[in-house]
């Protein structure tokens, strides 16, 4: 069993930072790739970013590309969010989540083949 919790969630203003956390415990994560997923009020659940087992790829949606940073800790066993240039549209519960097996531009957004998902943490971005 492996437990995700996120932490780093807040308020902030348009084209303000924030860096979410997301800790596991229980089971260690090597080996797997992890993955930021958001979900804004009255929307579906959207892909992110995502990080492979290895740390050598990271994946993410045209809408956070190059504002957005996913990186790991293996010592830590904790998964990062670097989140800068924050716009209201980034509004919404963030979760990470983690699954095992190599993944690609496409699997990473699969959010049916990850394993095990955190609570998440609530980001918003004023205007």
């Known amino acids: 069993q492996v437990l995700l919790a996120e932490s780093g969630g807040g308020l902030v203003q348009a084209g303000g930072s924030l860096r979410l956390s997301c800790a596991a415990s229980?089971?260690?994560?090597?080996?797997?790739?992890m993955g930021w997923f958001r979900q804004a009020p009255g929307q579906e659940r959207e892909f992110v970013a995502a990080l492979s087992w290895n740390g050598a790829n990271q994946y993410y949606s045209d809408s956070v590309k190059g504002r957005f940073t996913i990186s790991g800790d293996n010592k830590k066993n904790t998964v990062y969010l670097q989140m800068n240039n924050l716009k209201p549209e980034d509004t919404a519960i963030y979760c990470c989540?983690?699954?095992?097996?190599?993944?690609?531009?496409?699997?990473?957004?699969?959010?049916?083949?990850?394993?095990?998902w955190g609570q998440g943490t609530q980001v918003t971005v004023s205007s």
């Open positions: 229980g089971r260690i994560l090597s080996g797997y790739a």
């Open positions: 989540a983690s699954r095992n097996g190599v993944i690609s531009s496409v699997t990473c957004r699969a959010q049916g083949t990850y394993l095990y």
